[in-house]
């Protein structure tokens, strides 16, 4: 088994999974144009800005992979209107980061994966991982498409 990974961004906290496992996940969405939140004042100082802001809380999960990745990329990649920010953190790896995003998700249970759209700092769209589940790509992307045609 795989040694997990001393997390220096945290205060003696530990990644969840190891890095070998999750980075390859990451790159799915960050080499599609997605900005890493590894902070809470990250997570803080990108919520507060004016516009929309699309958040996708990744996981190692078989839903992540299979639905809410690709159904995400599918509607970036073919709907008219986008959100002006995309951005996502990593259940279980970025700890901090995503119990920050979670405190602007109340009173939703945590999540993950999930996908959030906030509008001008509130939230306007949630897709909690129960809507991820059983769910294909293509409809988490219509589901996206029509929340970006709505708020963006």
Do not use: W
């Not at 003696?12 to 070998?20: H, I, L, Q, T």
């Not at 699309?54 to 995400?72: D, Q």
């Not at 790896?93 to 996908?115: C, N, W």
Request: charged share 20%; net charge negative; glycine share 6%.
């Amino acid at each position: 088994m795989t040694n997990f990974v001393k997390n220096t961004n945290r205060k003696n906290s530990n990644y969840m999974y190891p890095a070998e496992l999750v980075m390859p996940m990451k790159a799915e969405l960050t080499d599609n144009g997605f900005e890493e939140l590894l902070t809470p004042e990250s997570v803080d100082s990108t919520l507060q800005k004016e516009g929309t802001t699309l958040v996708v809380i990744n996981s190692v999960c078989g839903c992540s992979a299979g639905t809410a990745r690709p159904g995400v990329l599918l509607a970036v990649a073919h709907s008219e209107k986008k959100p002006d920010r995309l951005t996502t953190s990593f259940a279980g790896f970025d700890g901090e980061a995503v119990k920050q995003i979670r405190t602007h998700l109340m009173p939703y249970p945590p999540s993950s994966p999930a996908i959030a759209l906030f509008k001008n700092g509130e939230l306007v769209h949630f897709i909690e991982r129960h809507m991820i589940e059983g769910r294909s790509a293509q409809m988490i992307a219509a589901n996206l498409a029509d929340a970006f045609e709505q708020y963006c």
